[in-house]
């Protein structure tokens, strides 16, 4: 039996419950952005991925570039894009530029008047004609606005903006072989069009950055790309994500296996743990490439097919 001691307090409890309620931050019940405005801002289209992560290409279809002479497809080593998530009662987006020396300065500026802010700025490959660089951002707030902010910071460069992309001629080009890839390395993979075939691996354990998940989407996940050349063979790129201790034994296992390691270092500034980035390149037999991507990736602490 309550008595009626008990019975103001059941009430007062359930009064300060009801308030609880009504003033809860609206971000608990902040509705996904409108994804057709961010797309129609930015002025290219956009896939949801998984954990609900929107992510736009921006492929750097304007630039005819080669690495050791080899013809390079923007599928391949050229692909910009951002990665939006709502988080709370805000946005987040993050990506990865792919720019020439001269359109670097213009674009950082243009990125930091929209509040964005710069993450890194560096290579990807080496022996690149013309020599290309690679801008990773990121940024907090509305989502159709930081679209607006990008899409004004790229017009100071040739990225193609402001409708769909022309779709490539048709050509007699080289195929892969991608079941002997996959084969070779365990993983399934998937064409991204231009003949380009790609193979991600999530990493095991869950990255962090301001206690939100970076997720595979956001460009947080190892991406080992095959781009078919001549005489049977097979140009790889992409990059491996690491923590500390892995770098050395990745970078180790592919020079053995005769992969040229291009560039290590950071993309973020406060993931966790803190996280590398090891880029390659080289240009062979694919099923023997497969076999070397998949030796430096039994170093790492990837999730299991």
Do not use: C
């Amino acid at each position: 039996m309550i008595n009626r001691s008990g019975t103001r307090l059941m009430r007062v409890a359930v009064l300060y419950a009801g308030v609880a309620i009504l003033t809860t931050p609206a971000f608990l019940w902040a509705a996904d952005p409108d994804w057709k405005a961010v797309e129609q801002a930015l002025g290219k289209s956009g896939q949801m991925q998984a954990g609900d992560v929107f992510r736009i290409g921006m492929p750097r279809t304007d630039l005819n570039v080669t690495v050791k002479g080899v013809p390079v497809k923007a599928g391949f080593a050229l692909g910009s894009y951002a990665a939006f998530k709502q988080v709370g009662d805000h946005a987040m987006v993050m990506g990865d530029l792919v720019l020439l020396d001269q359109e670097i300065p213009a674009v950082m500026s243009g990125l930091f008047a929209g509040g964005l802010e710069v993450t890194a700025v560096h290579n990807h490959l080496n022996e690149m004609s013309p020599h290309t660089m690679y801008m990773h951002y990121s940024g907090h707030g509305d989502a159709v606005q930081m679209a607006r902010a990008l899409r004004q910071a790229l017009s100071a460069s040739g990225t193609p903006l402001g409708g769909p992309a022309a779709a490539p001629a048709p050509t007699s080009s080289p195929t892969l072989d991608t079941k002997a890839i996959e084969q070779a390395l365990g993983r399934a993979g998937r064409d991204v069009g231009g003949g380009v075939f790609q193979i991600t691996v999530p990493r095991a354990e869950t990255i962090t950055e301001m206690g939100q998940p970076l997720l595979p989407g956001m460009g947080v996940v190892t991406v080992m790309n095959f781009q078919p050349t001549t005489d049977g063979k097979a140009a790889i790129t992409g990059d491996f994500v690491l923590i500390d201790k892995e770098v050395n034994p990745v970078a180790k296992a592919l020079r053995q296996h005769g992969v040229d390691v291009t560039a290590i270092h950071n993309h973020g500034l406060m993931d966790t743990p803190r996280l590398f980035y090891v880029h390659f390149w080289a240009n062979d037999d694919p099923t023997k490439l497969a076999q070397a991507l998949k030796a430096a990736l039994d170093a790492t602490n990837s999730r299991k097919p």
